[in-house]
């Protein structure tokens, strides 16, 4: 059974950084799956933000609105994945998920199996 738990959410303001974090407890989840981030902002369709292929690969995908400004991460030894965000803006508030899907990454919600509850992420201007 694979269990993911997002935390590290908050209130920042415009600028600042913020880094999330998703806790996954199964056996070999990163050596297994590929572990996305999403985002869905109210009213809005959830979206592809990054993803990090699964161990010990570890090529790296990002949408082009976080381009340059966030970083996915993992921490085999803990079953964690982080995204860093750096230089936050208005734009980037919404409930962030993150996910186990292919081993070899998607930016398609609809090849992930397992989702997080989110957690949410506010950025005031």
């Known amino acids: 059974q694979v269990r993911l738990v997002e935390s590290g959410g908050g209130l920042v303001q415009a600028g600042e950084s913020l880094r999330v974090a998703c806790a996954a407890s199964g056996r070999s989840i990163l050596s297994t799956y590929g572990m996305g981030w999403f985002r869905q902002a109210p009213g809005n369709e959830r979206e592809f933000v990054a993803y990090?292929?699964?161990?010990?690969?570890?090529?790296?995908y990002y949408a082009d609105a976080v381009k340059g400004r966030f970083t996915v991460s993992r921490e085999y030894a803990k079953n964690t994945v982080y995204l860093q965000m750096n230089s936050l803006k208005p734009e980037d508030t919404a409930v962030y998920y993150c996910?186990?899907?292919?081993?070899?990454?998607?930016?398609?919600?609809?090849?992930?199996?397992?989702w997080g509850q989110g957690t949410q992420v506010t950025v005031s201007s």
């Open positions: 990090i292929t699964n161990w010990p690969s570890a090529r790296t």
């Open positions: 996910a186990a899907g292919p081993a070899s990454g998607s930016d398609y919600s609809s090849a992930y199996n397992y």
